[in-house]
């Protein structure tokens, strides 16, 4: 039997902006109404997906949602016609609007939280999809991601896709961005790797001060019980709470794993040395020897981390056993990363390549390559079980390079939400993308 991990990206969609809506987000709040280009941003996504592929990995696309979210508009109170309802939160509520225009759903690292059949009870690849508790703009996204998941993993005898966890701070969840999952190969079991910003029921632990902690420890819990995963071969750590104050909210910026490596840097968890020595000695008790590559302050400060995105790369297995860390172009401009990433590739350990993406529009809200992937641990039979449609090639490429061509604009702003014929021309994309992709009926106007 072959094993495969999946990354499936996720296709920007057509209503992409800068509004600042993730405090603790630094970028995110830094750009707030520089003028976006939908059009370049899923250009440049969609370039890392072909560029991916044609390197050998399994590489699939995850649709966009549905902006303006309508429906959610309604249920704050916003009533007429769908051209009244976004007139009138463009007068009275205009922040509501943008929260409900943002095309957050790209970044599916926040998707879901994804077990592989190796590590569950039952036998079946789970999914949880996130709640995203902590923000309102993400926290619509759940209903629409599991429908998603459902038209691209339609077999219920591989694939359980659950609902996501109660929407309460007590269980924020922000999905695999907080997950690793360390192996010997894809399709043996493995070590679940949970990393929380704080606990909602243990005042006595450390909680950072400035910025929230976004993830739940209790809500780590609830999925490894979901998905029926084994105690011992599970860990949970919980982010330095300082370094979630200089930016780093979700654990992907500050750390990548991929098989039994981590890449991570000096400053990433409370307790950092017993956390991994317990990940060495679970994933020792699996047949796996796990190799931890660190990167210390002197060489890259947690400042530069979150500037570059250094961490917020993917690692990709190569087919001689080393790593590819595919990194965004900002690493290049930040000088300690660059002259750390070329040490790194000289350094004999297991990184061997580095590729290189422009990325910008997405990472000026904060979303870098590790960010718009969802990766899924597949085997052979699991994979041949995926819908077909969505997995990247030429031809899907070509069409959807075509699509993004014909429906987006190549500027928006706050001011354009308002806009009906922005909603129309939305609703017709992805009217048509579904077609393509082969999802059916997972848009809220086509449920309607
Ligand atoms: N994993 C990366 C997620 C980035 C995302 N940014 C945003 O939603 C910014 C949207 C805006 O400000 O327009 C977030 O913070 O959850």
Known sequence: MMAFELNIDGLVGPTHNYAGLS????????????????KLAA????????????????QAVFAPHERPAIGALRELGFAGSDAQVLARAAKDAPELLSAC?????????????VSPSADTADGRVHFTPANLNNKFHRSIEHPTTRRLLQAMFPDENRFA???????????????AANHTRFAAAYDRPGVAFFVYGGSAFDASRPAPKRFPARHTLE??????RRHGLRDDAVVYAQQDPDVIDAGVFHNDVISVGNLNVLFHHQQSFVDQPRVLAEL??????????FVPVEVPSAQVSVGDAVRSYLFNSQLLALADGGMRLVVPEECHKTPAVWAYLQSLLASGGPVRELSVFDLRESMQNGGGPACLRLRVALNDAELAAVNPAILINDTLYARLVGWV??????????RDFADPQLLAETRGALDELTRILCLGSVYPFQLA
């Open 43 to 58: 250009l440049q996504g969609l370039a890392k997906m072909k560029a991916l592929a044609d390197l050998g990995y399994a």
């Open 101 to 113: 225009s943002s095309a957050s759903s790209m970044w599916t690292a926040n998707a879901a939280t």
């Open 23 to 38: 405090f603790g987000n630094v970028a995110s709040t830094g750009n707030a109404r520089v003028t976006a280009n939908p």
């Open 161 to 175: 896709i659950h609902a996501a966890l109660p929407a309460q701070m007590h269980f924020g969840d922000e999905g």
């Open 280 to 289: 060495a000695d679970k994933l020792a008790v699996l047949g796996g020897e």
């Open 405 to 414: 061509e014909k429906h987006y604009r190549d500027r928006l702003g706050e």
């Open 219 to 224: 809500a780590c819990q609830a999925v490894a």
